[in-house]
Structure formats: C-alpha cells, structure tokens
C-alpha cells in the first residue's frame, strides 16, 4: 500500500481587524491563510475582504481634531483603508507626525500590523502589535492580531495566550475564538479546536470561516462526512469562499470520492486562478486516480504559484515515484525536506524509494526522520519494522510492527505485517485479536481472512477484482505479494516465488508491497 497525500489544513481565519482614528472601528474581513505549518516557506496567500472606514470627517471631530491638516487627514485614511506598502507608508508617516497619543496612536499601529501581516512579514506585525498594546493595553483587537501574526511564524502557545486575552475583554469577540480554533487545530488539539469553533458558530451562526475551521478539524480527525457538511454550510453562507471548496476537495479525497474532489478544486481554481492549494489538491485526486501526467501538472502550476510549497514538492515526489521517474522523486522529496524539516511525508517516500533499491539503512534513516517529527507515525513505525525485517535485525522489526499496530490498532495493514514479523519470530499469530478491532468488510480483510486459513488464495485475488482499474491493480499487486507469503510459510517456494514475480511486475511502483517483493525475491536467491 502507498503513503497517503497530505493536505495542508485550510485556515479559514476572521481577520486582523482594523482601527480608525481614535475608534475600534473593526472592518469586517476574512483573513483565508492556508497551509498546514509549511515552516520555512512562504505561507498561503491572504485574502481580505474589506469594509472602506465610514465618517472619516465625524471620526475626526470626534477625536478632536477638527482642524488637522489635509495631509494627516489623508494619511489617516490610507492608513486605515490602503493596502501594502502604501499603507505602511501612510500609517508610518501618521505615526511621526506627532498628532496621536495613547489609544488614538494605537490604531496607525494596528493598521500597520495588518499591512506588514498581509505582506508576509510577521516579524514588523508583532512588534507593531506590541507597541499598539502598551498604548491600550485594553484593545482587544490587537491582541488578536498579533494572535493572528503569531500564529503565522508557528508560535502557536503565544497565539493562543492572545486569543485567550481577546476573549476575556471582550467574550463576544467572534474572531479570537476562531484564530485560537485554528491554533489548535496547528497544534494537533482538535477537540479543543472543534470546541471553540462551536462557539464562533454560536456567536454568529453566518460565520463562514468558522465552518471552515471546525471542518478542517473533522477532517484532521478523518471524520469526513461531519467536515463535508461543515463545508457545504459555509459554501451556502458565501458560495465565493474559495477555501470553503478547497477544504470539502480534501474532505472528498479522504472518502477517495476523487471526482466530487476534482469538481469542488475546479470550482477553487475557478474562483481563484492563483490559489496554490487548490492545485495541489487536485493534483493529489489526479494521484489517486492514477492520472499521474495530470497531477504532476497540478502539482508543477502549485509549485510555479508558490515556490516554497513543501506539499506540492511531496506530492509530485510522490507522481515520479509512480511512474518510476525515481531521481526526480529523490530530488522532490529532498526540496520539500528543505523547505520544511519538520514535515514528515517526504521522509517516509524517500524511505520506500529507499527500499525499493534495497538500501535499508537509509530507508531506516528517513523512517526515523519521520518518527522523530510524528512519533505516532504508524505508517513510518510499521515500514522501519519492515525494513528491520528484510535487513535481518528481527528482533528491531517485531518492535516495530507491534508499536505501529499499537499505535494504529484498526490499520489492516500494520495487523498483517505483524503477523508477517511474528511468524518469522516464530511467535504465535496475533491476527486473531488484531483483526477484531479492523474493519472486516473491505479490503484487505480478504487478506487477513486468507492468513488466518479462512479463505483460499484464488478467492483472494477474485475478491481483489474492481471496476477501478487502479483500484484492482493495487488490490491485485497486494493478493499476489500475501498469497506469496502464505506460500513462503507453507515451505511452496516454488510457488512463492512465482508469486512474489507476479508482485514484483506488477505492482504499483510506490507500493510498500513492490519492495516486499524484491526483498523476499532476493532472499530466495531468485530474479525478479
């Protein structure tokens, strides 16, 4: 079986809110930075939907300053409305002017925050934020703000400490139960994520962007119908919410529903041309269809979008590694690598590429790479013990394979291969309880009944049959490789190996299988 895509989580977050001359005048925005921790890249783009400031000549007589010059009037303006670097500049310049105090200077600070945060340049937001709450250490909305920038350079504690000081000055502030939604659900807590997502929702049940954040949560915790309707509430609230789509694409392709996933990244692209995510979701349904020329394509448009998308860099690592392209797979996987050490997908594909050329001591490298990064990485867990296996240290691969299915008690796959292990270790077959806690009605529970004597081989490979022709050709690549073990335990070499052959040609190039197959091959003395 191939590693599963990731999806960056789609971050649907309420935005920086803005301040207007002397006024906490929150402009109504919706801030869609998505990427789930791409650290040490650029992150996903900003978009703000923006209410112009209202009464600009009220707010200054309000303030008291009715006879302020055209100049700082307009500069005013263009802090609290512009955008960029123009809005730097006019924010800086009504800063030097020396007309604001106290709380009345906090807002070109807040505003300016915003601007630096839209560029990117969280560094400049904080220290503006900070600076805005020494002045009022009472503005919520700074806090939140510079819970939004924290969050963007990962400090997610910090963020959530900011949040945490927005809410308790202001309990019906609907953004900072958002944002610290959306840092938890950074930090991998997504119950607690789900919970204050609630209630955002609660606050204001037409909050699109909440929906968004509590899908990503389902999703994140593979609850996928509950995501999908989260979506779909938010797409009904703003069918123009881009990320609304992208996040029911991803949910579609953890259900493997790759066509509904392809048509709500159709409608993403559609919305925006230039919203990286939405390629590199689509490529990744292509990847599951077996289209690996289109998502190579998809993924090619994500990376020329946004240079330092590690996501993109694994997914079509993931497309050569399929079509057998294995040096530029080594080479994506490496870029995404470095663009983000701390992601731990491309360590695991460059560990199975690694094992295809039967170099088990990096493969065991990079599984450990993983592990260090995600220690309840079944996935990586499971194929260190496999490489532990063919490289003859079994004692290192029962540990494993036992820790992966501990880890990951309902994986069909991690229960197999443990009782692969086991039986080498000449240990007593656990697969009768580990198979009570998998989901026998699918595939490969075939598999598991066959190892444990209940179904033949030859009703294996008919049950592998689909109309998904890549599908089957997965399924099938799997009967022949167990089929063989079974074999290889009965002492049928002869026909082990014919099977293992069968493995070795034709299964997919990046299945966990493929590399099975050459080992055992190997350790038969046999050709593949």
């Known amino acids: 079986m191939a590693s599963a895509h990731a999806h960056p989580i789609e971050r649907a977050r309420g935005g920086d809110a803005a301040r207007s001359l002397g006024q906490a005048m929150q402009k109504d925005q919706m801030c869609g930075i998505v990427g789930r921790r791409r650290k040490g890249g650029a992150r996903g783009a900003i978009m703000r939907f923006s209410t112009v400031a209202v009464g600009l000549a009220a707010t200054f007589a309000a303030a008291g300053f009715l006879l302020a ?58 220290a503006d934020y900070d600076v805005a709450i020494r002045l009022d250490p009472k503005d919520a909305i700074a806090y939140n703000n510079r819970g939004n920038a924290l969050d963007d350079l990962n400090e997610y504690d910090r963020a959530i400490a900011d949040y945490d000081v927005a809410i308790r000055l202001d309990p019906k502030y609907v953004y900072p139960h958002n944002g610290r939604g959306n840092a938890y659900n950074d930090k991998g807590q997504h119950d607690r994520a789900i919970a204050d997502f609630d209630e955002a929702i609660r606050l204001d049940p037409k909050y699109a962007n909440a929906y968004v954040g509590r899908g990503n949560a389902y999703k994140e915790l593979n609850d996928f119908d509950r995501a999908l309707a ?124 690694d094992r295809v050329k039967g170099d088990y001591d990096r493969a065991i490298a990079d599984y450990d790479a993983a592990i260090r990064i995600d220690p309840k990485n079944g996935y990586a867990i499971r194929n260190r013990g496999v490489s532990y ?39 007593q077959s656990p697969l009768a309880q580990a198979s009570a806690q998998v989901d026998m009605t699918v595939w490969p529970a075939p598999v ?81």
Not at 400 to 410: C, I, R, Y
């Open 69 to 126: 010059p055209p100049a700082a009037a307009d500069d005013a303006s263009a802090c609290a409305n512009g955008a960029g670097d123009e809005q730097i500049a006019a924010c800086t310049r009504s800063i030097n002017s020396g007309k604001w105090r106290g709380h009345d200077l906090a807002w070109a600070y807040v505003d300016r925050g915003k601007a630096y945060n839209e560029k990117g340049d969280n560094v400049h937001a904080v």
């Open 448 to 528: 598991i009944r066959m190892l444990m004597g209940q179904m033949t081989p030859a009703a294996v490979l008919a049950a592998a049959d689909d109309p998904d022709p890549n599908k089957k050709k997965g399924q099938v690549c799997e009967a022949d490789f167990y089929s063989g073990e079974l074999a290889l335990r009965m002492g049928a070499k002869d026909d082990a190996t014919r099977l293992f052959r069968l493995a070795a040609s034709d299964c997919p190039k990046l299945y966990d299988e493929l590399s099975a197959a050459f080992a055992e091959l190997k350790a038969l003395g046999a050709t593949p």
């Open 230 to 353: 989260d979506y779909s509430e938010a797409i009904r609230l703003n069918p123009k919410l881009v990320n609304g789509y992208n996040g029911r694409g991803n949910a579609y392709y953890g259900k493997g529903q790759y066509d509904l996933a392809l048509a709500d990244y159709n409608d993403a692209i559609r919305l925006n041309p230039k919203y990286a995510y939405a390629y590199n979701g689509r490529g990744n349904a292509y990847y599951g269809k077996g289209d690996y020329d289109r998502a190579v394509a998809d993924y090619n448009e994500a990376i020329r979008l946004d240079p330092n998308y590690a996501y993109a860099f694994n997914g079509r690592a993931n497309a050569y590694g399929d079509k057998g392209d294995y040096d530029h797979a080594i080479a994506d996987y490496g870029e995404s690598i470095r663009l983000d050490p701390n992601y731990a997908s491309p360590y695991s594909g460059r560990g199975s590429l």
């Open 389 to 427: 296996l063919y490289s003859g240290n079994l004692a290192k691969a029962l540990a494993d394979v036992t820790q992966a299915s501990a880890v990951a008690p309902k994986n069909a796959y991690s229960a197999i291969w443990l009782d692969i292990v086991a039986q080498r270790n000449n240990l």
